[in-house]
Protein backbone atom coordinates (compact mmCIF):
# COMPACT_ATOMS: atom_id res chain seq x y z
CA UNK A 1 0.00 0.00 0.00
CA UNK A 2 1.23 3.04 -1.28
CA UNK A 3 1.56 6.37 1.27
CA UNK A 4 -1.53 8.62 2.19
CA UNK A 5 -1.39 11.86 0.64
CA UNK A 6 0.11 14.88 2.97
CA UNK A 7 -2.37 17.31 1.93
CA UNK A 8 -6.05 15.46 0.68
CA UNK A 9 -6.21 11.70 2.32
CA UNK A 10 -9.16 10.72 -0.27
CA UNK A 11 -7.14 12.01 -3.20
CA UNK A 12 -3.87 10.74 -4.81
CA UNK A 13 -0.93 12.94 -5.71
CA UNK A 14 2.48 13.30 -5.72
CA UNK A 15 3.01 13.37 -2.19
CA UNK A 16 2.40 9.53 -2.42
CA UNK A 17 5.61 9.12 -4.08
CA UNK A 18 8.50 7.08 -3.34
CA UNK A 19 10.72 9.63 -1.09
CA UNK A 20 13.95 8.75 -2.21
CA UNK A 21 12.38 9.37 -6.24
CA UNK A 22 11.15 13.23 -4.85
CA UNK A 23 14.47 14.15 -3.25
CA UNK A 24 16.28 13.23 -6.37
CA UNK A 25 13.95 15.67 -8.11
CA UNK A 26 14.22 18.16 -5.94
CA UNK A 27 18.18 18.36 -6.58
CA UNK A 28 17.22 19.09 -10.15
CA UNK A 29 19.17 22.72 -11.08
CA UNK A 30 18.91 25.22 -14.14
CA UNK A 31 22.46 23.83 -15.51
CA UNK A 32 20.61 20.22 -15.60
CA UNK A 33 17.31 21.19 -17.13
CA UNK A 34 18.18 21.05 -21.05
CA UNK A 35 20.01 17.75 -20.46
CA UNK A 36 16.84 16.27 -19.43
CA UNK A 37 15.99 16.29 -23.38
CA UNK A 38 15.98 12.72 -25.01
CA UNK A 39 13.71 11.36 -27.99
CA UNK A 40 10.17 12.30 -27.90
CA UNK A 41 10.88 14.74 -25.08
CA UNK A 42 12.54 18.11 -25.66
CA UNK A 43 13.30 20.94 -23.01
CA UNK A 44 13.55 24.57 -23.90
CA UNK A 45 14.34 27.26 -21.62
CA UNK A 46 14.11 31.42 -22.07
CA UNK A 47 16.20 34.11 -20.01
CA UNK A 48 13.26 36.65 -19.87
CA UNK A 49 9.52 37.34 -19.94
CA UNK A 50 9.17 38.65 -23.02
CA UNK A 51 11.16 36.01 -24.85
CA UNK A 52 8.89 33.26 -23.47
CA UNK A 53 5.55 34.53 -23.87
CA UNK A 54 6.53 35.63 -27.41
CA UNK A 55 7.60 32.12 -28.35
CA UNK A 56 4.36 30.41 -26.63
CA UNK A 57 2.07 33.26 -29.04
CA UNK A 58 4.16 31.90 -31.82
CA UNK A 59 2.55 28.72 -31.38
CA UNK A 60 -0.63 29.89 -32.18
CA UNK A 61 0.46 31.86 -35.16
CA UNK A 62 2.05 28.33 -36.64
CA UNK A 63 -0.60 26.35 -36.20
CA UNK A 64 -3.28 28.73 -37.49
CA UNK A 65 -1.44 29.65 -40.55
CA UNK A 66 -0.75 26.36 -41.26
CA UNK A 67 -4.46 25.70 -41.93
CA UNK A 68 -6.76 25.57 -44.90
CA UNK A 69 -10.49 24.79 -45.80
CA UNK A 70 -9.38 21.40 -47.54
CA UNK A 71 -6.95 20.46 -44.30
CA UNK A 72 -8.38 22.38 -40.93
CA UNK A 73 -6.10 22.59 -38.68
CA UNK A 74 -5.44 24.58 -35.20
CA UNK A 75 -4.45 24.28 -31.13
CA UNK A 76 -5.48 23.69 -28.45
CA UNK A 77 -5.08 26.22 -25.53
CA UNK A 78 -5.02 26.65 -22.00
CA UNK A 79 -6.32 29.33 -19.54
CA UNK A 80 -2.65 29.57 -17.29
CA UNK A 81 -0.84 31.12 -18.50
CA UNK A 82 -2.64 33.94 -20.51
CA UNK A 83 0.12 36.07 -21.28
CA UNK A 84 0.62 34.95 -24.56
CA UNK A 85 -2.66 36.00 -25.94
CA UNK A 86 -2.98 39.54 -27.04
CA UNK A 87 0.60 38.84 -28.37
CA UNK A 88 -1.11 36.60 -30.41
CA UNK A 89 -3.89 38.60 -31.87
CA UNK A 90 -1.44 41.63 -31.79
CA UNK A 91 0.92 39.76 -34.28
CA UNK A 92 -1.79 38.63 -37.13
CA UNK A 93 -3.44 42.51 -36.83
CA UNK A 94 0.03 44.00 -37.02
CA UNK A 95 1.39 41.73 -39.58
CA UNK A 96 -2.20 41.41 -41.36
CA UNK A 97 -2.72 37.29 -41.08
CA UNK A 98 -5.51 35.33 -42.71
CA UNK A 99 -6.56 33.04 -39.97
CA UNK A 100 -10.70 32.00 -41.00
CA UNK A 101 -9.31 28.82 -41.78
CA UNK A 102 -7.80 28.17 -38.47
CA UNK A 103 -9.33 26.51 -35.54
CA UNK A 104 -9.38 26.68 -31.45
CA UNK A 105 -10.12 24.37 -28.74
CA UNK A 106 -10.21 26.11 -25.68
CA UNK A 107 -9.04 23.25 -23.23
CA UNK A 108 -11.57 23.26 -20.10
CA UNK A 109 -14.16 25.28 -18.24
CA UNK A 110 -16.23 25.54 -14.85
CA UNK A 111 -18.90 23.38 -14.13
CA UNK A 112 -21.76 25.14 -11.78
CA UNK A 113 -25.09 23.20 -10.56
CA UNK A 114 -24.54 20.56 -13.80
CA UNK A 115 -23.62 23.51 -16.21
CA UNK A 116 -20.48 25.04 -17.67
CA UNK A 117 -20.63 28.57 -16.80
CA UNK A 118 -21.19 31.03 -19.57
CA UNK A 119 -19.50 34.38 -20.76
CA UNK A 120 -20.77 36.61 -17.81
CA UNK A 121 -19.02 34.70 -14.86
CA UNK A 122 -16.35 36.32 -13.84
CA UNK A 123 -13.61 33.12 -13.82
CA UNK A 124 -15.23 31.32 -17.37
CA UNK A 125 -12.44 30.32 -19.21
CA UNK A 126 -14.04 31.18 -23.00
CA UNK A 127 -14.78 35.07 -21.26
CA UNK A 128 -10.72 35.00 -20.84
CA UNK A 129 -9.82 33.54 -24.38
CA UNK A 130 -12.36 35.86 -26.07
CA UNK A 131 -11.82 39.17 -24.53
CA UNK A 132 -7.99 38.42 -24.31
CA UNK A 133 -7.19 36.98 -28.01
CA UNK A 134 -10.13 36.53 -30.09
CA UNK A 135 -12.55 39.54 -29.86
CA UNK A 136 -9.31 41.37 -30.45
CA UNK A 137 -8.63 39.97 -33.76
CA UNK A 138 -10.19 42.32 -36.82
CA UNK A 139 -13.06 40.94 -37.92
CA UNK A 140 -11.94 40.47 -41.79
CA UNK A 141 -9.32 38.20 -40.35
CA UNK A 142 -10.47 36.56 -37.33
CA UNK A 143 -11.80 32.75 -38.00
CA UNK A 144 -16.02 32.61 -37.71
CA UNK A 145 -17.31 31.79 -34.39
CA UNK A 146 -18.00 27.57 -35.81
CA UNK A 147 -14.37 27.39 -35.51
CA UNK A 148 -13.75 28.51 -31.68
CA UNK A 149 -14.70 25.29 -29.78
CA UNK A 150 -15.31 25.08 -26.05
CA UNK A 151 -16.31 22.46 -24.14
CA UNK A 152 -20.24 22.25 -22.62
CA UNK A 153 -22.31 19.45 -21.13
CA UNK A 154 -24.58 19.52 -24.31
CA UNK A 155 -21.79 19.53 -26.96
CA UNK A 156 -19.10 17.85 -24.75
CA UNK A 157 -19.46 14.47 -27.75
CA UNK A 158 -19.11 17.00 -30.75
CA UNK A 159 -15.86 18.89 -29.19
CA UNK A 160 -15.00 15.65 -28.61
CA UNK A 161 -15.44 14.27 -32.69
CA UNK A 162 -13.46 17.53 -34.16
CA UNK A 163 -10.43 15.91 -32.54
CA UNK A 164 -11.12 13.13 -35.28
CA UNK A 165 -11.62 15.71 -38.32
CA UNK A 166 -9.85 18.81 -37.78
CA UNK A 167 -5.96 18.11 -37.00
CA UNK A 168 -4.85 19.60 -33.78
CA UNK A 169 -1.44 20.09 -34.30
CA UNK A 170 -0.52 21.78 -30.59
CA UNK A 171 -2.01 20.95 -27.10
CA UNK A 172 -0.70 23.91 -25.41
CA UNK A 173 -0.93 23.84 -21.03
CA UNK A 174 0.76 25.27 -18.04
CA UNK A 175 1.10 22.89 -14.99
CA UNK A 176 -1.14 23.34 -11.81
CA UNK A 177 0.12 21.91 -8.14
CA UNK A 178 -1.10 18.60 -8.93
CA UNK A 179 1.06 18.15 -11.76
CA UNK A 180 -2.17 17.97 -14.34
CA UNK A 181 -2.22 19.38 -17.87
CA UNK A 182 -6.03 20.89 -18.18
CA UNK A 183 -7.89 19.53 -15.71
CA UNK A 184 -6.87 16.21 -15.44
CA UNK A 185 -6.16 15.82 -11.67
CA UNK A 186 -4.79 13.28 -9.83
CA UNK A 187 -8.38 10.95 -9.02
CA UNK A 188 -9.66 9.91 -5.70
CA UNK A 189 -8.62 7.15 -3.78
CA UNK A 190 -11.01 4.94 -4.38
CA UNK A 191 -11.97 1.10 -5.12
CA UNK A 192 -10.60 -0.63 -6.53
CA UNK A 193 -7.91 2.23 -6.62
CA UNK A 194 -7.45 2.18 -2.73
CA UNK A 195 -3.88 0.80 -2.62
CA UNK A 196 -2.81 1.76 -5.73
CA UNK A 197 -3.64 4.26 -8.03
CA UNK A 198 -5.05 3.43 -11.40
CA UNK A 199 -2.62 2.27 -14.21
CA UNK A 200 -1.75 4.17 -16.79
CA UNK A 201 -4.05 2.66 -19.50
CA UNK A 202 -6.93 3.19 -17.39
CA UNK A 203 -6.75 6.86 -16.81
CA UNK A 204 -6.06 7.06 -20.69
CA UNK A 205 -9.35 5.96 -21.09
CA UNK A 206 -10.90 9.36 -20.55
CA UNK A 207 -12.11 11.44 -22.86
CA UNK A 208 -13.65 15.14 -22.52
CA UNK A 209 -15.28 15.08 -19.40
CA UNK A 210 -16.98 16.42 -16.51
CA UNK A 211 -14.66 16.16 -13.19
CA UNK A 212 -14.25 16.44 -9.93
CA UNK A 213 -11.12 18.63 -9.10
CA UNK A 214 -8.40 17.77 -6.52
CA UNK A 215 -8.13 20.42 -3.21
CA UNK A 216 -4.85 21.61 -4.35
CA UNK A 217 -6.15 22.45 -7.85
CA UNK A 218 -9.44 24.67 -6.26
CA UNK A 219 -6.36 26.37 -3.80
CA UNK A 220 -4.45 27.21 -6.85
CA UNK A 221 -6.97 28.81 -8.42
CA UNK A 222 -8.41 30.73 -5.72
CA UNK A 223 -4.61 31.84 -5.39
CA UNK A 224 -4.12 32.77 -9.08
CA UNK A 225 -7.31 33.97 -10.10
CA UNK A 226 -9.13 34.82 -6.79
CA UNK A 227 -7.39 36.89 -4.11
CA UNK A 228 -7.34 33.30 -2.37
CA UNK A 229 -11.36 33.11 -2.27
CA UNK A 230 -11.16 29.01 -2.44
CA UNK A 231 -14.99 29.58 -1.67
CA UNK A 232 -15.87 31.13 -4.67
CA UNK A 233 -13.57 28.16 -6.89
CA UNK A 234 -16.30 25.54 -8.40
CA UNK A 235 -15.15 22.16 -7.39
CA UNK A 236 -16.10 20.81 -10.56
CA UNK A 237 -14.86 21.63 -14.38
CA UNK A 238 -14.97 20.14 -17.92
CA UNK A 239 -11.81 19.30 -19.19
CA UNK A 240 -9.92 18.18 -22.30
CA UNK A 241 -9.27 14.23 -21.79
CA UNK A 242 -6.03 11.96 -22.64
CA UNK A 243 -8.20 10.76 -25.15
CA UNK A 244 -8.00 13.77 -27.30
CA UNK A 245 -4.49 14.58 -26.07
CA UNK A 246 -3.38 11.90 -27.79
CA UNK A 247 -4.80 12.54 -30.97
CA UNK A 248 -2.84 15.70 -30.78
CA UNK A 249 0.67 16.25 -32.33
CA UNK A 250 2.44 17.78 -30.23
CA UNK A 251 2.21 18.81 -26.75
CA UNK A 252 3.66 22.20 -25.23
CA UNK A 253 4.13 22.73 -21.61
CA UNK A 254 4.99 26.10 -20.65
CA UNK A 255 6.38 27.13 -17.38
CA UNK A 256 6.34 30.64 -16.19
CA UNK A 257 7.06 29.77 -12.57
CA UNK A 258 4.32 31.17 -10.87
CA UNK A 259 1.50 28.49 -11.75
CA UNK A 260 3.70 24.99 -9.86
CA UNK A 261 6.37 25.79 -7.61
CA UNK A 262 9.72 24.89 -8.38
CA UNK A 263 9.41 21.24 -6.75
CA UNK A 264 6.43 20.65 -9.32
CA UNK A 265 8.65 22.04 -11.99
CA UNK A 266 11.34 19.25 -11.48
CA UNK A 267 9.55 16.83 -11.04
CA UNK A 268 7.40 16.39 -13.96
CA UNK A 269 10.62 17.30 -15.99
CA UNK A 270 12.60 14.34 -14.11
CA UNK A 271 9.67 11.42 -14.49
CA UNK A 272 9.60 12.15 -18.01
CA UNK A 273 13.35 12.23 -18.64
CA UNK A 274 12.95 9.00 -16.63
CA UNK A 275 9.58 7.71 -18.37
CA UNK A 276 8.50 7.17 -15.07
CA UNK A 277 4.63 7.21 -15.74
CA UNK A 278 2.56 7.29 -12.01
CA UNK A 279 -1.06 8.40 -12.27
CA UNK A 280 -0.60 10.57 -8.73
CA UNK A 281 1.21 12.89 -11.39
CA UNK A 282 -0.98 12.96 -14.74
CA UNK A 283 1.53 15.37 -16.00
CA UNK A 284 3.92 12.10 -16.03
CA UNK A 285 1.82 10.00 -18.77
CA UNK A 286 2.77 12.16 -21.39
CA UNK A 287 6.09 10.23 -21.09
CA UNK A 288 4.32 7.78 -23.22
CA UNK A 289 3.57 10.74 -26.26
CA UNK A 290 5.60 11.20 -29.27
CA UNK A 291 6.61 14.84 -28.70
CA UNK A 292 6.48 16.80 -25.72
CA UNK A 293 8.19 20.28 -25.40
CA UNK A 294 8.74 21.30 -21.59
CA UNK A 295 9.17 25.31 -21.78
CA UNK A 296 11.20 27.16 -18.49
CA UNK A 297 11.27 30.96 -18.06
CA UNK A 298 14.45 30.55 -16.60
CA UNK A 299 14.64 33.01 -13.79
CA UNK A 300 11.44 32.19 -12.42
CA UNK A 301 12.82 27.92 -11.79
CA UNK A 302 13.73 28.74 -7.99
CA UNK A 303 14.98 26.33 -6.27
CA UNK A 304 13.96 23.44 -3.28
CA UNK A 305 15.94 24.61 -0.54
CA UNK A 306 14.37 24.62 2.19
CA UNK A 307 14.47 27.41 4.66
CA UNK A 308 12.33 29.49 7.51
CA UNK A 309 11.62 33.08 5.68
Known amino acids: MRKISSVAKAWWDYTTLDTEMLQEAAKITAADLTKLSRTGFSVKVYENRDDFFLAEALEYIRAFTASTADHPKGICGPIGPTEQLPLVARIINELEIDVRDAHFWGMDEWIVDGIEVDASHPLSFRRADMELCFNRIDAHLRMPEEHLHF ?37 ERREPFTELPPPADVYRQQGARITDLHPMTLIQNARTSGGGTVYNVPTRALTVGPQETWKTRQISIWHPGWHDNPFGMRLTAYMLHNRIVDTSVPMSLLSEHDDVVFHYLLPNFGTCDTEMH
Open 151 to 187: PTVSGLHEYSRLFDTVDCLIMQGGQGETKHWAFNDPP
